[in-house]
């Protein structure tokens, strides 16, 4: 077995081939973060509203909306996040071990090429809702399927970086629609269908890509295809000597075999320690207050003088930091570690919180607005923030579960994870607007308390999984002060666990 923190090199080399299939894989980032980007500002078009939501254009100059359009944009907006968290994520953990991760993939494009073509050709709400429903399926088939599909097919060494290609995709995808929304907000008055039809682009490379990429070995060995899996493991290392690696793999697959019920085994005691960290860490990434950060972004950029042109240039601002800053933590995170990004960007971003909220309580209590000076102070502390949470918390949230579940809960495991971040997700966007007008500038001092309580977390709870093999990750639980005292060799039914 490995030694937790101890560099472990498994003979590999990096062939063309194994790099098609991580960016075509990641793709399902890239429609991941379409979705997220394109939504809001298709729920700003008066031509969208006007076929869908006409009472909210007829209240658009009062002081604010009814509870009704209200409600009925919510229900827009969230239900394919509730789909997602209601039936697909669980879904796709079954498809994903009985079919394996590359038909997960193939799935998730197919219901979002689906839901893309019934969106944007809507002319009922109904219809409208159910591509939303369907892209959320999509999306909930393929943050199943593409994180662990990279997890498992990447090289030890370089695991997080190749896992953390989803971020960056995800990033990228956001920042694209962005800039389709602004481009579309003019094409009246079908610029609305222009921005969801183009959400087809990046699933049909992800569907080209299902049938592109292989299989992973681990999910070979799991469905008994053992001659397989060493012959796949071969093909992505570029080698024909992979005996000690894949060794590991075969016995994660014999141990797996014994489970057959993956859900009440995530139940048990020893289970419990990458199921907390899975879900901790998924919920965390929503309560840092990225939220709270890029709905105030371009109100600052207006206050500093850009008007008209405040959202496109907070958009684009915050959307090429976030890039930037993810490709870094693509170099660093093999090579820092995950801990080591975590408690740093936790540092940083409290300290930006805080500065924030200061200016604000100050600023908004003296004289109700900001001048100037004062919000391109805030600008820059904003662009700090979203620094620290890209290179952290955005890409590790995705990361992290992924690779810290052992073979015969992996996929239940990560589905719980996916599923709780979609939840939180829901929840926070439910809750944020009412908590903006009650709070004010407070809400940055309620997410600078959550940063303090996430930073302890990992100082305390979060081992290092740094050049841990992923088929060997429950060495790290047991060296863990804490996690160990979980690890029993035995279940409470008598039987071996390791």
């Known amino acids: 077995m490995a030694e937790v923190n101890k560099k472990v090199d498994f003979p590999s080399r990096v062939t063309v081939y194994v790099v098609f299939c991580w960016f075509l894989a990641a793709c399902g980032g890239l429609m991941f973060g379409y979705d997220i980007g394109i939504s809001g500002g298709v729920t700003a078009m008066d031509d969208f509203l006007i076929n869908f939501f006409p009472r909210c254009t007829e209240e658009s100059f009062m002081p604010r909306r009814t509870t009704t359009a209200n409600m009925t944009i919510n229900i827009f907006s969230c239900s394919h996040r509730l789909s997602t968290w209601l039936f697909s994520s669980f879904f796709a953990s079954k498809i994903c071990s009985k079919l394996g991760r590359k038909p997960t993939i193939l799935v998730a494009s197919l219901f979002f090429l689906a839901g893309t073509a019934v969106s944007s050709l809507a002319f009922k709400l109904w219809m409208l809702i159910v591509g939303r429903v369907l892209l959320g399926i999509g999306v909930g088939f393929g943050n199943e399927g593409v994180p662990l599909f990279l997890s498992e097919i990447a090289p030890v060494q370089y695991r997080g970086a190749v896992n953390i290609l989803f971020q960056l995709f995800v990033t990228v995808g956001i920042f694209i629609a962005n800039l389709v929304n602004y481009a579309t907000s003019t094409m009246h008055p079908y610029g609305w269908r222009v921005s969801l039809g183009l959400a087809g682009v990046p699933a049909a490379f992800l569907l080209i890509g299902s049938f592109v990429i292989i299989e992973t070995p681990t ?184 690779e810290t579940f052992p073979l015969e809960t992996r996929t239940a495991g990560y589905a719980f994870a996916v599923s709780s971040n979609m939840l939180f997700t829901f929840l926070i966007a439910q809750a944020f607007l009412s908590m903006l007008c009650h709070m004010r500038a407070l809400i940055f001092f309620f997410f600078a308390a959550w940063i303090f309580i996430m930073g302890s977390f990992v100082v305390f709870l979060l081992p290092e999984t740094k050049n841990v093999p992923i088929d060997v990750m429950v060495t790290v639980w047991k060296k863990h002060p804490i996690w160990n005292k979980f690890m029993d060799d035995k279940d409470e039914n008598g039987e071996n666990r390791a």
């Open 219 to 402: 999910s070979l060995v799991e469905r008994d295809h053992v001659s397989g899996g060493k012959a796949t493991l071969q093909k992505i290392r570029g080698l024909e000597k992979v005996d000690a690696e894949f060794a590991q793999i075969l016995a994660a697959g014999e141990e797996a075999k014994k489970v057959k019920h993956p859900f009440k085994e995530l139940m048990k005691r020893s289970s419990m320690p990458p199921l907390i960290i899975g879900f901790a860490i998924q919920v965390f990434q929503q309560f840092t207050g990225i939220n709270a950060i890029v709905f105030y972004a371009p109100i600052l950029f207006q206050t500093v003088g850009f008007k008209n042109d405040a959202s496109l240039l907070s958009s684009v601002m915050t959307g090429v930091v976030n890039v930037i800053s993810t490709v870094v933590s693509i170099y660093s995170v093999d090579r820092l570690g995950r801990r080591i990004l975590l408690l740093q960007a936790c540092v940083q971003m409290f300290i930006s919180q805080v500065a924030i909220g200061v200016i604000l309580l100050v600023k908004l209590n003296d004289t109700n607005s900001l001048d100037r000076g004062t919000a391109v102070v805030v600008v820059v502390l904003v662009c700090i923030f979203v620094v620290a949470f890209a290179w952290s918390w955005g890409p590790l949230g995705w990361l992290i579960p992924s």
